[in-house]
T-cell receptor, first 116, second 114 residues
């Protein structure tokens, strides 16, 4: 079946512009995660959605970052007034979240964001 | 809060030699432990995981890792590496009470030379 997909695969933008990154999780997966992979900071957790619960936004680096998940499926990560330090690969992952125990996260290929 | 330290940023090794990639973690609550692999220009793939039970876990491609609670370590090993094992390896933890979000180490670049 189809895996996690992300679009665009590459995005180049100018400093100060807003960008939207999209994630399509695996069908039926109720949990969705965003991570950022950058040279200076490694892999960082950004935000987590689980069903209809309030998202865990504890990893968002500033109020310029926001994300939403519509209808429990597709998610959009928005970065407002982009800065050069936002340049990174943004990864999305999804998993089932059955009660108790562990559920493997499946990662998408990422969106490479370059802020000029 | 949890944190993960991968002690080596780069590990060069010759083909067919054994390798160990080191990982230490800290956490005030119980955690699950993982190793992910990222091949060049590809996404992250789960290599193996420790959830509970036997402290020696086996993963794909002949890798294994041992959970050592007293030393808070989860080192990854392979007895004989191949050129195709060249990749970046990430150790990660997930607290059992935090929805599954992963906290990653900085990564170890394994370079296997002929």
């Amino acid at each position: 079946g189809a895996g996690v997909s992300q679009s665009p695969s590459n995005k180049v933008t100018e400093k100060g512009k807003d960008v939207e990154l999209r994630c399509d999780p695996i069908s039926g997966h109720t949990a969705l995660y965003w991570y950022r992979q950058s040279l200076g900071q490694g892999l960082e957790f950004l935000i987590y959605f689980q069903g209809n619960s309030a998202p865990d936004k504890s990893g968002l680096p500033s109020d310029r970052f926001s994300a939403e998940r519509t209808g429990g499926s597709v998610s959009t990560l928005t970065i407002q007034r982009t800065q050069q330090e936002d340049s990174a690969v943004y990864l999305c992952a999804s998993s089932l979240r059955l009660a108790g125990g562990f559920n493997e996260q499946f990662f998408g290929p990422g969106t490479r964001l370059t802020v000029l | 809060a949890q944190s993960v330290t991968q002690l080596d940023s780069q590990v060069p090794v010759f083909e067919e030699a054994p390798v160990e990639l080191r990982c230490n973690y800290s956490s005030s609550v119980s955690v699950y432990l993982f190793w992910y692999v990222q091949y060049p220009n590809q996404g992250l793939q789960l290599l193996l995981k420790y959830l509970s039970g036997s402290t020696l876990v086996k993963g794909i491609n002949g890798f294994e890792a041992e959970f050592n609670k007293s030393q808070t370590s989860f080192h990854l090993r392979k007895p004989s590496v191949h050129i195709s094992d060249t990749a970046e390896y990430f150790c990660a933890v997930s607290a059992s009470n935090q929805g599954g979000k992963l906290i990653f180490g900085q990564g170890t670049e394994l370079s296997v030379k002929p």
